[in-house]
């Protein structure tokens, strides 16, 4: 596992392959790193799954509301139409390239719409840059961020089997 220089702004994601460990750009997008602690300290990312995951581009994930397969009535059919019930947030576009490894805010055509959801670059994907944020960046794991099935959604959609914030753990 990386070093944990901030453990209050590291993000500590179990998958079924091992730890993936994102440290947050409090300093570039604040309104978006203090959400992730928020739903992370909740536990509202435990058990939530990868609705889409493409190949090549990224691996999407974190809608609180449709998206955990332990909850009752789940279906993947309507993970990633929902977020979580704080405000949707405004962008916080920065300069910051979309590199492989680094976490975005997945949102609809509305560049404040914003939520809970996020995806993984699976490799540089800087026709995205300026257009979405970026709040994080994958210091140790990724190679278990290039395991997650593939799929929109995935047959059998992986899950963030737990969420933690590292100053927590």
Known sequence: MAEINDPENTIIVTLKDGEVVIALLADVAPKHAERMKALARAGAYDGVVFHRVIEGFMAQTGDVENGNADKPGYSIRRAGTGGSELPDLPAEFSKLPHDRGTLGAARSSNPNSANSQFF?????????????????????????VDKITRGEPPATPDRMIKVRVAADA
């Not at 490799?123 to 794991?141: A, C, E, M, P, W």
């Open 120 to 144: 993984i670059n699976f490799k540089d994907n800087h026709f995205l840059n300026g257009q979405y944020t970026v709040y994080g960046r994958v210091i140790s794991g990724m190679e278990f």
